[in-house]
């Protein structure tokens, strides 16, 4: 009958401290009255903890108004700022830093639709995913690879973890590379299922900021609530192996150019067929003033696997250069020891604030990734 409609449910979520005082009672109540358990599956999440990791309760006064922040940040930055780095079950303080993550997603995926309508113009006409670019390749197989991701960790019940690949995804994948690459290598069927795929994937997780933007495309009729979760498009597999070699290289070549004096870089190269392919595509993501061929090495080589290329400078500034960088090397290594003794100290880690331990184990890493970085670029020297 009505019952039907409403009862037995799938799922039961709750905060973990309810388990055994209204969880428990609930199933056993429903056995009782209908020989029928209410739910199969119970998620359990964690408690939103204050700023120092206490309780929130209004008798200590250290509780959270979520309109006000709602009201400043919108509620599509609440939402993520609450998901993010939030496993199940896992008891976590609050953190206005990751609202304010939040509320810089949203903003970036505006100006990636501002950016992609503007190109594709009002006549435009959805035809799906045409790659034809290295670069087109290779966003079609990240977009592929964060769907399939985000889906699996979606039926999973791991949200945080589906919220961390669509904002890297989003952010790295799409906007810092894949926009950037567009700006040289034009294809606007490409850029249409780009922003399509990427407010798809969003939604879950900001849903009012996607419905929006999705109602102002042209091409688009129907809400993206019911639209369909993105379906594995056709790429070549070594033409974005190729961009992510590609991205390598500009990696390397913006690191060392930023240390050198002089302002923007010309990359030289002797025999690179992904180089004399894609020289004005490198020359703009590296932010480079040219991409020259030379028949002799010289300059400083950059330290990226199965690439012969160079930045054009004198024997000084390489010698002033080589000079810097061992003086930075030394300077790193000490900062690293002085981390790895701080973190080794059982008091410190018990006693001072989580959010200053976490931040501690997190300059360690960056400082190990940097330092590898430094010697691998010395070694080429």
Not at 297 to 318: F, H, M, S, Y
């Amino acid at each position: 009958g009505e019952l039907s409609k409403f009862y037995p449910n799938t799922m039961m979520e709750t905060g973990h401290d309810l388990l055994d005082r209204w969880t428990a009672r609930m199933i056993m109540l429903g056995l009782y009255v209908t020989d029928t358990v209410p739910f199969k599956n119970v998620y359990l999440h964690g408690m939103v903890l204050d700023e120092h990791g206490q309780k929130m309760s209004k008798s200590k006064g250290n509780v959270i108004n979520p309109m006000e922040i709602i009201a400043e940040y919108g509620s599509d930055a609440l939402r993520m700022g609450v998901v993010a780095a939030r496993s199940a079950g896992q008891n976590q303080a609050f953190s206005m830093a990751k609202v304010v993550a939040g509320r810089n997603f949203c903003n970036k995926l505006w100006n990636i639709a501002r950016y992609i309508e503007d190109k594709v113009g009002d006549a435009y006409q959805s035809r799906g995913a045409n790659p034809q670019t290295i670069a087109d390749h290779w966003v079609v197989q990240q977009l592929n690879q964060a769907a399939d991701e985000i889906a699996q960790h979606l039926a999973d019940h791991r949200f945080a973890e589906a919220a961390e690949v669509v904002y890297h995804t989003i952010w790295d994948a799409v906007a810092d590379w894949y926009i950037e690459a567009s700006k040289k290598q034009d294809n606007p069927d490409m850029l249409a299922w780009v922003l399509e795929t990427s407010l798809k994937l969003a939604h879950p997780f900001a849903p009012f900021v996607t419905e929006t933007i999705w109602e102002t495309l042209a091409w688009e009729e129907a809400l993206l609530i019911n639209a369909r979760w993105p379906e594995q498009e056709k790429f070549d597999a070594i033409a974005a192996g190729e961009f992510t070699q590609l991205q390598k290289l500009v990696a390397e070549a913006r690191f060392v150019a930023s240390e050198l004096p002089g302002g923007r870089q010309t990359l030289l190269y002797e025999n690179d067929a992904l180089i004399a392919d894609n020289t004005a595509l490198i020359a703009h993501l590296a932010k480079l003033a040219a991409v020259e061929h030379i028949e002799k090495p010289q300059g400083l080589r950059l330290a990226v696997p199965n690439r012969e290329a160079w930045l054009k400078i004198d024997e000084e500034t390489l010698y002033e250069h080589q000079t810097k960088l061992e003086l930075r090397i030394a300077e790193t290594r000490t900062f690293i020891n002085n981390l790895q003794g701080r973190l080794a100290n059982e008091g410190y880690v018990k006693n001072a604030p989580e959010k200053i331990v976490a931040e501690t184990r997190q300059q360690l890493a960056e400082q190990q990734s940097l330092l590898e970085r430094l010697e691998h670029e010395l070694s080429v020297l």
